[in-house]
């Protein structure tokens, strides 16, 4: 009757491999309340134990963990259970995996295991890794049930929709890192040198008045402030660089030592040497007492085939955080140098179910067994797929009929050696900051400021233009210079005039012609310049100034003729004086320009349309220049001497 009952009732762990497994680990805790595998050196050392000791000791309740890798697992809780019925201890059990806690289940005790577990959930990076997770899942757990509630709740709400920043940095940020670096090392202090030659050359180009101008002229600052701001520069960006990106690793694991990442193969070798099929403790059950002794059967007959010799078979898990950083070979190789014998060693994981022969000693075939091993026996079928034990058994034995069928070579062939796996220490460091991507960082930062000065240079002779708009040359004034100016032009084109004359006048000495001429212009603005563009100036008093400006700047050239186009005075330097038709009943003798000469011969109708016209002081229809105004204007015609004279005048200066 008892049988029949255990019978009808199944045992908690269904899975093959649970009871073996559950009681292999559940000997590890009777023995020490912490265990952590040797199968994951590079992501949790061994030596991490003490660690997770302390901890666990913090909880305030009987705490069991269990550091395995994920590929080990299939049920965390289940195999916690399993755990938990062998040992027949009360507690707090914990499973981690090489990134985090994974699963947590108390027995028999009061302890907040699942908000624990959501706490460190939400609140820790990715990257934390697992023995910063389990240090914030033993926190919670001291707090008890009611705080751990509250606070695995708040790191709910708070961390819903966006993670913690990640707590290290990877080769790639590294690297971008460096290029930031090199652009700003150079593309700053160049952009700084760029700058100051700019607004050198702007400071001689675009002083406002005759001060300011015979200032910039004489007393230039020099080059060397801004190499020094340049230098400074450089030297703050590398400072500032290395303090900012002061990182050295991409991760806050410990590197293991050398005994750590030799444990796992000297396991394996050493029960390799007591048995052919070694089957890892840590993982669950692939083969039956069935299969496992069909397997010793046939490694037997191929031992003692012709041509044949010991096959050793490994049924543990490659992970990349193990010694041969999930190279399936390379661990062979390491198995194979410790056992010291010839012979085929197979990796088979029961995680994934690939299966893997590598010959090393015997006399068979090595690119047979390398490259015509059917993927039937290495990766297995869509069955193979969907069984937990990946049908490991049937392909193993699959895996020994084709190696009886391999041909046999004259003498012993020896495997391949793998290249090494990458050390801890360095697959975790990360490169320099002045390395890699920072020395086209610093071509780029070069680049960068040439674009980037070339932009603000644009911008800026945009606003000085506006604010000191470019003349026109001479000799296209009496093409483009308007009958019917708008008041915005005649704004414009006056401030433009007299700061050119201003400009030219203090670069050259004892012209004074054209120094009487930019008085008289001033005279007119009160001695501002920036008078003529704001609002108030009239119309006639603008083209008076525009007039004397062009007259002024014509004598700085040496063309210090008297004259003043009087069909249009905005036209420049009149060539001489002629009898034209104004309107179209009546003639005027004026100064005339050659344009305005030409049209007078050529075609007479053509002056009155290019006659200046200005507002009338009243309003309504515009009047020539000489009607709308009894000011110094209308001693155009008769040179501008007179002009000047009048504006004296006008002002009462003599």
């Known amino acids: 009757m008892a ?14 491999g649970t009871p073996t497994q559950a009681a292999y680990l559940a000997e590890r805790l009777r023995e020490e309340p912490v265990y952590v595998t040797d199968q994951l050196p590079r992501a949790v050392p061994r030596s991490t134990k003490r660690e997770f000791t302390r901890l666990a000791e913090t909880t305030g309740v009987p705490t069991y963990v269990l550091v395995l890798p994920t590929e080990s697992v299939r049920d965390g809780k289940e195999l916690l259970g399993a755990v938990h019925d062998r040992l027949g201890r009360d507690g707090l059990y914990v499973l981690v995996d090489d990134h985090s806690v994974t699963d947590a289940t108390a027995f028999g005790v009061r302890a907040p295991a699942q908000e624990a577990w959501t706490t460190q959930l939400y609140e820790l990076p990715y990257d934390a890794g697992p023995l910063l997770s389990f240090e914030r899942f033993a926190e919670v757990v001291a707090l008890g049930p009611d705080k751990a509630s509250a606070r695995a709740e708040a790191a709910r709400e708070r961390y819903a929709d966006d993670e913690p920043d990640a707590m290290f940095i990877g080769p790639a940020d590294r690297r971008n890192q460096s290029f930031l670096t090199g652009i700003l090392l150079t593309g700053l202090p160049v952009l700084i040198l760029l700058t100051a030659a700019y607004v050198r050359h702007a400071r001689r180009r675009y002083a406002g008045t005759a001060r300011k101008a015979k200032t910039a002229a004489r007393r230039m600052p020099s080059a060397a402030p801004a190499v020094a701001a ?116 197979v990796v088979a994981d029961p995680a994934d179910g690939t299966i893997n022969a590598y010959n090393h000693g015997l006399r068979l075939d090595g690119d047979r067994l390398r490259f015509g091993l059917p993927d039937d026996i290495t990766l297995g079928d869509s069955g193979a797929d969907e069984s937990d034990d990946h049908l490991l058994g049937e392909r193993l034995d699959a895996l020994m009929t084709f190696l009886g069928r391999t041909p046999r070579t004259d003498r012993p062939v020896e495997g391949s050696s793998p290249a090494p796996a990458p050390i801890p220490a360095k697959a975790t460091a990360l490169p320099p900051l002045f390395a890699t991507d920072f020395w086209p960082g610093l071509l780029v930062g070069v680049f960068a400021a040439l674009t980037l000065s070339a932009v603000l240079a644009g911008i800026a002779s945009l606003v000085l233009r506006r604010w000191r708009p470019a003349t026109e040359a001479p000799d296209s004034l009496p093409f483009t210079a308007p009958a019917r100016p708008s008041t915005s032009y005649l704004r414009r084109t006056a401030y433009a005039e007299v700061s050119a004359l201003i400009r030219e006048c203090s670069a050259v000495n004892d012209v004074p012609l054209a120094r009487n001429r930019l008085d008289a ?53 009149g060539v001489r004086l002629s009898h034209v038709r104004v309107s179209a009943t009546s003639r005027r003798l004026l100064p005339v320009c050659e344009l305005c000469r030409d049209t007078a011969i050529v075609d007479p109708l053509g002056i009155p349309p290019r006659l200046l016209r200005l507002p009338a002081p009243s309003g ?8 709308a105004t009894d000011g110094p204007l209308t001693a155009v015609p008769r040179g501008i001497a007179r002009v000047v004279d009048e504006v004296r005048e006008t002002a009462g200066v003599h």
């Open 230 to 345: 340049a230098a400074l520069a450089a030297a703050a960006v590398a400072l500032t660089a290395t303090a900012v990106f002061d990182q050295t690793a991409s991760s806050g694991t410990k590197p293991p030592t050398p005994a750590e990442m030799s444990a796992r193969v000297e396991r394996v070798a050493a029960g390799l040497l007591q048995d052919s099929v070694y089957t890892d403790p840590e993982s669950p059950r692939v083969l039956d007492a069935r299969r496992l002794d069909r397997l010793h059967q046939r490694i037997d007959d191929f031992r003692r085939s012709d041509g044949g010799g010991p096959v050793y078979v490994a049924l543990v898990p490659q992970t990349s955080e193990n010694e041969s950083a999930g190279d399936a070979e390379l661990f062979a190789a390491a198995v194979h140098a410790k056992v010291g014998e010839p012979g085929v060693y």
């Open 3 to 16: 049988a029949l009952f255990a019978a009808a009732t199944p045992a908690r762990a269904e899975t093959p």
């Open 521 to 573: 212009a001033l005279l007119l603005l009160d001695g501002d310049p920036g008078r003529a563009r704001r609002m108030g100036t009239d119309p006639a008093t603008l083209v008076t100034v525009i007039a004397l400006a062009r007259a002024g700047r014509a004598a700085l050239t040496g063309r210090d003729g008297d004259l003043c186009c009087g069909v249009n005075p905005l036209h420049g330097p």
């Open 620 to 627: 309504g229809d515009r009047l020539p220049y000489y009607d």
